[in-house]
């Protein structure tokens, strides 16, 4: 965090009135970076399409004055602790615009159609990643909390695979959309990035988006593939970034000793390199795939988070310290550690 506020503080333009007339709006104790000014200040949910404000009767804490929002690498910015927080801490409420799901479902695809003329649920789009859901709502057709044009602080939590707080539901009885509250799950460290599990992974219309591009991914650079030969693969500078990886990871595995070409990245840690030369040792291929089951197994990770990359959810919580200090990512947003989950199976966690 130090890093991300000597970056403020040597531009004296990041810090303006515009920035503490937002902070003081939702009670936030610092002031918001000019560069951060990315919607309308709300200090309470803003309702929607007919809907009504729920548990107005539950008192929410402020926003906790530990919090400052500052920039945060490949992820714009986010929100950091300046102090310790502790487990089970109330920091304040994820507030925003309280909309039907369905009508907001609509507003995303007229959006898609005007900018590249489709509809299509991937990739996704700006707008489409700060809707969080708030329950079924009084038609269950559900209700989402949009922070894209209205919100506060909240909105710049990142996503990370190993999180320390969760977004909880607080509702009153038969009420059946609710407003959300940001708690911490362990004690956070001053320094320290808050980070929630999106879980865009664990929804089914986006799973099958990831494993349809994870497919599509994988054909457009079979050719190229199906050409490595051990114990000298070659690939060029214009083939994929897939290709230049698997080529590297066999020559690693059966290669003549040499200077890696490339730092070894988040993705190139997806491959095995002896298995990828034990599978062509054996005598197997890469073939053609028509679902995702049927990748071959030495590359499926690889082109499982290709795939998520498609989508638009790619995750690289784990080349930030500040945000997933353990260093272990998924690649995908919202998907279960590789650890637990491969991602080949709905029912493989074990």
């Known amino acids: 965090m130090a890093q991300a506020i000597e970056e403020l503080l040597k531009d004296p333009n990041e810090l303006s009135e515009e920035g503490l007339s937002w902070s003081k709006e939702v009670g936030m104790a610092f002031v918001l970076p000019r560069a951060a000014l990315q919607c ?27 919090l400052i929002v500052a920039p945060a690498g490949p992820c714009g910015f986010g929100v950091f602790a300046t102090e310790r927080i502790a487990s089970g801490e109330r920091l304040g409420e994820y507030t925003g615009e ?39 709502g009084p038609a269950e057709k559900g209700v989402v ?37 940001v708690t911490t799950l362990r004690a956070i460290a001053a320094g320290e990035q808050l980070s929630v599990d999106y879980g865009w992974y664990h929804d089914p219309a986006t799973l099958e988006d990831i494993r349809k591009e994870a497919v599509v991914a994988y054909l457009l650079d079979l050719p190229k593939l199906q050409a490595l030969r051990l114990p000298d693969p070659v690939a060029n500078e214009a083939d994929s970034e897939a290709v230049q990886l698997v080529a590297e990871s066999l020559k690693e ?10 730092p070894h990245g988040f993705l190139a ?30 590359v499926w990770l690889l082109y499982e988070v290709l795939g998520g990359e498609r989508v638009g959810i790619p995750c690289r919580c784990g080349s930030d310290a500040s945000l997933n200090s353990s260093g272990r ?6 998907r279960p550690l590789q650890v637990n989950f491969t991602g080949r199976d709905s029912d493989d966690e074990r």
């Not at 919100?151 to 959309?177: D, Q, T, W, Y």
């Not at 990512?329 to 919202?334: A, E």
């Open 40 to 66: 309308v200040p709300l200090a309470a949910n803003e309702p929607r399409d007919g809907l009504q404000r729920t548990a107005s009767f539950v008192s929410m804490p402020k926003a906790s004055p530990k």
């Open 98 to 136: 309280i909309r039907s799901y369905d009508v907001w479902c609509e507003e995303i695809k007229a959006l898609k159609m005007r900018r590249r003329n489709s509809d299509a649920s991937s990739p996704f789009i700006r707008e489409e990643l700060y809707a969080a859901w708030a329950g079924s």
């Open 145 to 181: 909390i949009d922070a894209f044009h209205k919100g506060n602080l909240m909105r710049f939590i990142n996503c990370s695979c190993k999180p320390n707080c969760s977004f909880k539901s607080v509702s009153a009885p038969r009420e059946a959309h609710g407003r959300l509250q």
């Open 253 to 262: 595995a059966r290669g003549r000793p040499g200077l890696r070409r490339r």
């Open 269 to 298: 840690g997806l491959l095995d390199s002896e298995a990828l030369a034990r599978f062509l040792e054996s005598g197997k291929h890469f073939s053609e795939a028509t679902t995702y089951r049927t990748i071959p197994e030495p």
């Open 329 to 334: 990512c998924s690649g995908i947003i919202g």
